[in-house]
C-alpha cells in the first residue's frame, strides 16, 4: 500500500484494555452490558471492529472463557453482525502462553489479537508455537498479531521465512511508543516499521497518549488501518479529554474521509481476511 490507497480502511475501537477503570474515566466499559452500549456507538461512528478486553467482577484484567462468550453475546444483541468482534490473549503480567492459547481454544472466536513476544518464550518451543498458528488458520478465526517493536517484526518475519508459522491472511498491528519514556507515541515511531516490513500483510497501529490522532491519520495516509479508543489513549486531537469512546473513533473516520479512504464494514473485513 501507499498513500495513494484508497482501499477501505479498518478502524478498530479499544475501548477499556486491561488497565483502564472508572478512576482514569466514568465511561470505561468494565461490564458486557456496557461492552454492547460502547460497541454501538463505536459502530455508529464508523468503527467496523471490537477489540474487547473482559474483566473479573472487582475490575482486574481477565481471560476468562465465560466472560468473553457472555460479552460477545451481549455485542451480538447490539450490533448483529456489523461488527468484527475480536477478543484478546493479552497476558497483562498475569498469564502465561498455555492459558492464553486455551482461552482461544474454548471461545473460538471470529477474531483474536495475539502478542508474538508474550507467545515466543522459553516454555513455548517452535513446535507448539507453529501448531497454535495453524490451528486458528484451521479453525478460520482472523488473526492480528502484536509487534511493539522492529525487533517483534523481524521475529515475525524469521519465523514465517523459516516455516515455523504457516502463510494465512495474518494481520499485523505495529505498537507505536510502548517503551518510550512516558509511553507516549509519534507518528514517527511508525517509520521504523515501514522501513522493516515487506508488505506481505497488511497493517494497523495503535498508539498511546494525546498523538493517538495524529499516528491513526497519518497510518491511514499511508495505507495503513486504524485502532483507537481509551486502551491507550482519553484525549481528543485538541488535548481535552474525549466525552466516551465514540469520540475517538469518530475523528479518525472523518481524518480517513478527509484524504479518500473509505471506511470498511464488517463484512468486507472479513471476506479480507477468509471468514466470508
Not at 510502548?178 to 494497523?204: C, E, M
Amino acid at each position: 500500500m501507499n498513500m495513494l490507497d484508497s482501499s477501505p480502511i479498518i478502524i478498530t475501537a479499544a475501548p477499556n484494555g486491561a488497565y483502564k477503570t472508572h478512576a482514569q474515566h466514568a465511561t470505561v466499559p468494565l461490564t458486557a452490558p456496557a461492552l454492547a452500549a460502547t460497541a454501538r456507538a463505536c459502530l455508529d461512528a464508523g468503527a467496523a471492529m471490537l477489540h474487547m478486553h473482559v474483566r473479573t467482577p472487582d475490575g482486574a484484567h481477565s481471560l476468562d472463557a465465560a466472560a468473553y462468550l457472555e460479552a460477545t453475546a451481549a455485542v451480538r444483541r447490539a450490533v448483529g453482525q456489523e461488527l468484527v468482534i475480536q477478543i484478546t490473549t493479552e497476558a497483562a503480567g498475569v498469564y502465561a502462553p498455555p492459558a492464553q492459547m486455551a482461552v482461544v481454544r474454548v471461545v473460538r472466536p471470529e477474531a483474536v489479537s495475539v502478542a508474538l513476544r508474550e507467545l515466543h518464550t522459553p516454555e513455548v518451543d517452535e513446535r507448539t508455537l507453529g501448531g497454535f498458528f495453524a490451528w486458528l488458520l484451521d479453525a478460520d478465526i482472523m488473526t492480528q498479531v502484536i509487534l511493539y517493536d522492529e525487533a517483534d517484526l523481524a521475529l515475525w518475519q524469521t519465523l514465517r521465512a523459516r516455516d515455523v508459522i504457516p502463510d494465512g491472511p495474518w494481520f499485523l498491528l505495529f505498537v507505536l511508543g510502548r517503551y518510550t519514556a512516558g509511553q507516549t507515541s509519534s507518528p514517527t515511531d511508525l517509520l521504523p516499521f515501514l522501513q522493516a516490513h515487506d508488505n506481505a500483510y497488511p497493517w494497523a497501529m495503535c498508539a498511546f497518549g494525546a498523538q493517538e490522532h495524529a499516528c491513526a491519520a497519518a497510518a491511514a495516509a499511508l495505507g495503513g488501518h486504524a485502532r483507537v479508543g481509551f486502551e491507550n489513549n482519553l484525549l481528543l486531537k485538541d488535548g481535552t479529554l474525549a466525552p466516551d469512546n465514540a469520540a475517538l473513533v469518530r475523528q479518525a473516520a472523518e481524518a480517513a474521509r478527509v484524504i479518500g479512504r473509505p471506511l470498511a464494514t464488517a463484512d468486507q473485513i472479513r471476506a479480507r481476511f477468509g471468514r466470508a
